[in-house]
């Protein structure tokens, strides 16, 4: 089993930043990409970022291309997600996900999940 925790969320301001981060701990070897995801109220939780655990290749949704940057610190077991000039369209609940699949871009692809963590961006 693989328990992730997310931190790092809160209410900013649009076209400001907010680091989210993922600590990950249990069976962390058998996982091959993490990644997050967003649900806004009465919305579909969709992807926004994946990374691979061993390589680093990364993606990104086009909603969040150039202003989001994924990485992580395997010596933590940690991921970040890097959000700069946060829209109010950003505002969602995040959540950390980790797949033993890659390349993995689907929800049914990932087989642990996280809690959340609420990002609100006022305008």
């Known amino acids: 089993q693989v328990q992730l925790l997310e931190s790092g969320g809160g209410l900013v301001q649009t076209g400001t930043s907010l680091r989210l981060s993922c600590a990950a701990s249990g069976g962390i070897s058998s996982v091959l990409t993490m990644a997050w995801f967003r649900q806004a109220p009465g919305q579909d939780r969709e992807f926004v970022s994946a990374i691979r655990w061993d390589g680093g290749t990364s993606t990104y949704a086009d909603s969040v291309k150039g202003r989001f940057t994924i990485s992580r610190d395997n010596a933590k077991n940690t991921m970040y997600l890097q959000m700069t000039s946060l829209k109010p369209e950003d505002t969602a609940v995040y959540y950390c996900?980790?797949?033993?699949?890659?390349?993995?871009?689907?929800?049914?692809?990932?087989?642990?999940w996280g809690q959340g963590t609420q990002v609100t961006v006022s305008s």
């Open positions: 996900a980790a797949s033993r699949l890659s390349p993995a871009m689907w929800k049914n692809d990932y087989a642990y």
